[in-house]
């Protein structure tokens, strides 16, 4: 397959996944304000607290780092790809530049993990 039907491929690819989120982001949303809507509707009173509490601004988790984890781990894997695959066209160098990528990314996350239960038990003992 030429590069450019790969990266032709990709964008596709990437676009349908980006549409099908944007969609079921806007049917969440139309669920919601159909639920508030049959709220106001049938006990007006009761709608007031539901709008503070929807309307209230939701605190992101500090702890999350999950996802700068998996991007380094995966501009990692990108970098030991590249490296790893190269002119002579064996398809062995492309199937361990491949694995790379889960392999990285797992090893990152179970770091992560494992690094958190420590700092538990740490916290814990003390």
């Known amino acids: 397959m030429p590069a450019t039907e790969m990266i032709v491929m990709i964008a596709l690819f990437a ?3 980006l549409g099908v989120i944007q969609l079921l982001r806007l049917v969440g949303t139309a669920i919601t304000h159909r639920t508030i809507r049959r ?3 049938r006990e007006p009173s009761t709608a007031e607290p539901l709008l503070e509490r929807l ?3 939701q605190k992101a988790p500090a702890d999350d780092d999950r996802l700068a984890i998996i991007l380094i781990a995966l501009g990692l894997a ?3 790809g590249s490296l790893i695959a190269d002119d002579t066209g064996a398809w062995m160098r492309y199937a361990i530049g491949g694995a790379l990528f889960p392999l990285l990314i797992g090893a990152a996350l ?3 993990h494992y690094a958190i239960e420590r700092s ?3 916290a814990g003992a003390e």
């Open 78 to 80: 990108m970098i030991g």
């Open 39 to 41: 709220a106001i509707d």
């Open 120 to 122: 538990r038990r740490r």
């Open 55 to 57: 309307t209230a601004p």
């Open 110 to 112: 179970w770091l992560r």
């Open 15 to 17: 676009a349908v996944a």
